[in-house]
């Protein structure tokens, strides 16, 4: 007789299987993998507790089911577990990186327990059930993302969605179309293997509308993987004779075979001329694994259990080579690799990886032999599908729902193998005592739930305040907002991170204000929060790059408003370059200050580090010329300045930097023409229109000095300095 745990087990697992793909919610910063880790996790730990309530409650003892690839899950688990606790950033090991969130330690942890709801839970008649619940998930799937790429949610609801969904790219199961890709990969291999067992109609018509999204997206990951597969799939099926006199089913792999082959050769989207899609910024393979190689190298612990799990982020920065920085998008900092293989290398290391290989190396060994000994097809969709989402791994990240999917066929698999599973018992209804102390433990387990519960609504609640604090224009209303999100979740430095910049934004705000407007007291307010809330970040997540980065700037800014800025700046761009020692921009940031500082050898020194890591960086030649001149080769500057001039002659940096070089070393009509050139192409260039004033107003023609200097005075109103020079040469 079904009771209620029994219910409640049933309808959490096809509640999560069907929603997975679909679910994500508008209010949180980043909106799919932070909303669909929130539904895995706390589903399946409802799901686990009514399994154990029914147990202890209900039965009286302790019932489960027992599998040849339980202690390879737990082997994984567990290196996991000591990855994430010998990590960079533990609070990114244990939530995922911040932006990311599927790469975490409760992702995994969600995706275990689910393993063994479903080893416990499944047998025949419940595997065909969840399968079904899943390919109508996939079809809704394919339905909203067909009427987004064709625009008819925008033209049927207007403005009535939220602004995500009006974009071609939405699609409920990832943030790009290329994650949708290899979503439907996989899928389409399960179609594929049912349509060969049986031919359902809806199964076809899922499979065609699965296919021509592919077609329009374009994805070679995603056509990587189904030639891969269904390769294997067609040789495998040949060798065994799998439908012999049935031998033309083998035609409908082969098929799709030769259509993503084809694929991987043309671009349907410029053949579909209207079809504007954005692609994702995928870090390349080669870059992937060799960053995963060099974290492996870099020390005994990171050759063992990897930089933390859910940290490449931190990997990328440290590791990237130098070689990056002659890509399209080298200031980009990814927080994810091009495959999930690499990831697994560089966050969990050699223990990691040879114990994740141990568990898919186990359930291929044993499906492969009991396939033999069944000579049974019913589990090869099962298996094909697991092989899809292994070959995937080795062309793209992992996102909630393909680790999802992973697990999930995983459970169902060794659920479905009867001749494998044996049954273990404690029971517990002639010991009073032992009894007690499983109650105990369940009511153990209710408290973490809800205590699960209650800081989970937090977290969410603060990120969702925080990105209503993002989406606002002015810094004051953006402050109070991420102010109550670091109350609600003061662990995460991402928020203060953020704070830091909004406070030091809206104290440059404010210095701009003529300087009878201005609130000193608001500015020196904001001065100390700014750097107060940069450096309990940086104590909070000390190895995050980002943090020091924005430390660093902070000080820079307000050098001349705090004493000893100008140390502190150079002591937080030093601490950033050993975490990011491949960026040529923090090495040009730290030459400025040192600069600034009068230790023209260091910057130098940093300035020449940062063109040797990336030669074409323009503002590291600016500085190049600076230097000169500050060592009094004004020639060589100039000489320097007039390249740069030539070779980006509507650069107003260069030009206003060359007309302040030609004015100082006395070529004052040479100064004019380029400070004109200035004024051409920025006719509101401050700087500029105040040189071009002081050099008239030195040649005498005062006239020509007071038309400039009124324009400064327009952008600058009640500027105290430019009344009283044009008071001076009205006179």
């Keep these: 007789m079904e009771t209620l745990y029994d219910r409640v087990i049933k309808y959490s697992l096809y509640l999560l299987i069907f929603l997975i793909p679909l679910f994500f919610l508008p209010f949180s910063f980043e909106k799919f993998e932070f909303n669909k880790l929130y539904l895995l996790f706390f589903l399946t730990i409802i799901s686990f507790f009514a399994w154990l309530a029914k147990q202890i409650l209900v039965e009286k003892e302790i019932k489960f089911r027992k599998t040849s690839l339980d202690a390879p899950v737990l082997i994984f688990l567990a290196i996991a577990i000591l990855s994430a606790i010998f990590s960079v950033d533990k609070y990114s090991s244990f939530f995922g990186f911040y932006g990311r969130f599927s790469d975490g330690l409760i992702t995994l942890i969600s995706c275990v327990l689910l393993y063994f709801l479903l080893t416990n839970y499944g047998s025949s008649t419940s595997i065909v059930g969840l399968l079904k619940a899943l390919m109508w998930s996939v079809f809704f799937v394919v339905l909203i993302s067909y009427f987004s790429i064709f625009g008819i949610l925008e033209k049927v609801f207007g403005n009535r969605l939220p602004q995500m969904m009006l974009q071609r790219n939405f699609n409920p199961v990832a943030g790009s179309l290329e994650g949708l890709a290899m979503f439907l990969s996989v899928l389409v291999v399960l179609l594929v293997m049912m349509i060969l067992q049986s031919s359902v109609i809806f199964n076809y018509l899922l499979l065609i509308g699965a296919i021509g999204l592919l077609l329009i997206i374009d994805f070679s990951a995603a056509w990587m993987t189904l030639i891969l597969t269904l390769s294997i799939f067609t040789i495998f099926a040949l060798r065994k004779r799998l439908f012999k006199e049935k031998a033309t089913k083998i035609l409908l792999p082969m098929l799709l075979i030769v259509i993503a ?170 010991f009073p005592e032992l009894n007690l102390v499983f109650r105990i433990f369940l009511m153990l387990v209710g408290l973490i739930v809800i205590v699960a519960g209650f800081w989970g609504q937090k977290i969410y609640r603060a990120d969702m305040i925080f990105s209503q604090g993002e989406a606002k224009n002015s ?257």
């Design 261 to 430: 082959g084809i694929s991987l050769m043309i671009n349907y989207q410029l053949l579909i001329t209207n079809l504007k899609l954005p692609k994702e910024q995928i870090l390349g393979q080669g870059t992937s694994f060799e960053i995963g190689v060099t974290t492996l190298f870099d020390n005994i612990k990171n050759s063992l259990l990897g930089s933390g799990i859910g940290t490449f982020f931190y990997d990328f920065s440290k590791e990237k080579p130098a070689q990056f920085n002659q890509t399209l998008f080298w200031q980009v900092r990814y927080d994810r690799p091009g495959n999930h293989i690499s990831e697994l290398l560089a966050t969990t290391g050699l223990l990691g990886v040879m114990s994740y290989f141990l568990l898919v190396g186990v359930f291929l060994l044993i499906s492969l032999a009991l396939l033999e000994a069944r000579s049974s097809k019913s589990q090869i969709p099962l298996l094909m599908t697991f092989l899809a989402l292994l070959v995937g791994q080795f062309f793209y990240y992992q996102n909630v729902v393909l680790a999802f999917l992973f697990w999930l066929i995983l459970g169902l698999s060794m659920g479905s193998w009867e001749e494998l599973i044996k049954e273990k018992k404690l029971a517990f209804g002639n």
């Design 475 to 731: 810094a004051s209303e953006r402050i109070k907002l991420i102010e109550k999100a670091v109350k609600l979740n003061p662990k995460l430095a991402h928020y203060r991170n953020i704070l830091a910049r909004s406070y030091l934004t809206e104290t440059l705000d404010e210095m701009r204000k003529p300087a009878a407007q201005q609130d000193s007291v608001k500015i020196q307010t904001n001065i100390a929060k700014a750097i107060d809330t940069a450096k309990v970040a940086s104590e909070i997540s000390p190895n995050n790059i980002v943090n020091w980065e924005t430390l660093g700037i902070v000080y820079r800014e307000i050098r001349g408003l705090a004493s000893g800025a100008l140390d502190w700046g150079i002591k937080s761009f030093t601490r950033a370059i050993t975490l990011e020692p491949a960026n040529p921009v923090l090495h040009t940031e730290l030459g400025k200050l040192y600069l600034l500082s009068g230790e023209i050898e260091k910057a130098k020194t940093e300035i020449e580090k940062a063109l040797t890591l990336k030669p074409d960086y323009l503002d590291a030649q600016i500085q190049m010329a600076l230097v000169a001149e500050k060592e009094g080769k004004t020639d060589e500057a100039i000489k320097k300045m007039e390249k740069l001039a030539d070779l980006y002659p509507l650069n107003t940096d260069i030009l206003f930097q060359l007309g302040r070089l030609y004015y100082n070393n006395e070529k004052i009509q040479e100064a004019i023409s380029v400070l004109e050139r200035v004024i051409r192409v920025q006719p509101n260039h401050s700087n500029a229109l105040y040189s071009l004033g002081v050099i008239y107003s030195k040649k005498g023609e005062k006239q020509k000095a007071i038309q400039y200097f009124e324009k400064v005075l327009e952008l600058n109103p009640d500027n105290q300095d430019i009344i009283q020079k044009i008071k001076d040469l009205k006179k």
